[in-house]
């Protein structure tokens, strides 16, 4: 059975960084065609996806948060983190933690984590 | 980026109805199109991907379809537990950009 669990700060103020880990089981980020990867939801709206590593170690980023964000994987301690940097209110949102089902060359996210609510506020 | 527009933003309907919501990509996807369900204060549930695979799990009311960059998801006979918000995502590049959601609502 695949889990995964996000963690990290509740409350952040602007201009900090955002360093979230998702710590997952029944799996392994060294195993081919295997992805993890995070999606943010602000309060009332829509999914967003922010990124992406794969077994590889490829990583690939939302366009619009390109550079602010960095994703690195611990294949030892079946880790994923994320660091958001220069955080600013927007930025408030649930954070999730995400498996991808591997399918013709492509992904689906099939088993999410319970996600993880971070709001950023002076 | 490519963009998914899901029509309509919200819906009405009653148990027992038959519902279709639409989702069309701004370029072509091919079949990399996924479905989910999110009900209120809960993480998103995989339905339907590759544009009509039905996920492990998932009743046979549900079904998706393709034609183009048109796709739809539609429900054959809704239930009491299939109120919830429905959001399309593309796979087929990077960066995977998700639909704005459809909300199903209580008639």
């Known amino acids: 059975q695949i889990t995964l669990k996000e963690s990290g700060p509740t409350l952040l103020k602007p201009t900090q960084t955002l360093t979230l880990t998702c710590t997952f089981s029944g799996f392994s980020l060294s195993t081919n065609e295997v992805t993890v990867g995070w999606i943010r939801q602000p309060p009332g709206e829509a999914l967003d996806w922010l990124a992406l590593i794969y077994w590889d170690d490829d990583k690939y980023y939302s366009s619009s948060l390109k550079s602010r964000l960095t994703i690195t994987k611990d294949t030892s301690k079946n880790q994923v983190v994320l660091t958001m940097t220069n955080m600013d209110p927007e930025d408030t949102a649930t954070y999730y933690c995400?498996?991808?089902?591997?399918?013709?060359?492509?992904?689906?996210?099939?088993?999410w984590g319970q996600g993880t609510m971070v709001t950023v506020s002076s | 980026d490519i963009q998914m527009t899901q029509s309509p933003s919200s819906l009405s309907a009653s148990v027992g109805d038959r519902v279709i919501v639409t989702c069309r990509a701004s370029?072509?996807?091919?079949?990399?199109l996924s479905w989910y369900q999110q009900k209120s204060g809960k993480a998103p549930r995989l339905l339907i991907y590759a544009a009509s695979t039905l996920q492990s799990g998932v009743p046979s009311r549900f079904s998706g379809g393709v034609s183009g960059t048109n796709f739809t998801l539609t429900i054959s006979s809704l239930q009491p537990e299939d109120f919830a918000t429905y959001y399309c995502?593309?796979?087929?590049?990077?960066?995977?950009?998700f639909g704005q959601g459809t909300r199903l609502e209580i008639k």
């Open positions: 995502q593309q796979s087929y590049n990077t960066p995977i950009t």
């Open positions: 995400v498996h991808s089902l591997y399918y013709l060359g492509r992904y689906a996210f099939d088993v």
């Open positions: 370029q072509s996807i091919s079949i990399y």
